[in-house]
């Protein structure tokens, strides 16, 4: 599958954006999608996932409450809605897919094959 990450910007703290991971060539149907992010200066890390066919999610401490990753079966498209958004936010997010991730393998970036390109949020205060 192809990924296309898009819908970040630049937010004032406190405010909401939508990003959204579509696929290309494929369906998600089979698939863990999560979505990763990185600022600058720091590791890849792990912001949320959702498996496709049981709409099962996971999510780090750091988000919990604030982000909601659902997902679209018409528009094969995975969605992370953020809320209460902080500067420490600030970041390019990134969606990744695979076909074979067990539960606890959600949150390893290097567990995932397929990437999209990122989409950079910038939350200012």
């Known amino acids: 599958v192809q990924l296309q990450a898009f819908g970040g910007g630049p937010v004032q703290a406190g405010e909401s954006l939508r990003l959204s991971c579509s696929s290309s060539g494929g369906t998600f149907r089979r698939y863990v999608v999560g979505w990763f992010r990185e600022a600058p200066g720091k590791e890849r890390e792990f912001v949320a996932a959702?498996?496709?066919?049981?709409?099962?999610?996971a999510y780090a401490d750091s988000v919990k409450g604030r982000f909601t990753i659902s997902r679209d079966t018409a528009e094969n498209t995975v969605y992370l809605q953020m809320n209460s958004l902080k500067s420490e936010d600030t970041a390019v997010y990134y969606c990744?897919?695979?076909?074979?991730?067990?539960?606890?393998?959600?949150?390893?970036?290097?567990?995932?094959?397929?990437w999209g390109q990122g989409t950079l949020v910038t939350v200012s205060s």
């Open positions: 959702i498996k496709w066919s049981a709409q099962h999610t």
């Open positions: 990744a897919a695979d076909s074979t991730l067990i539960r606890s393998s959600w949150s390893m970036s290097t567990a995932y094959d397929f």
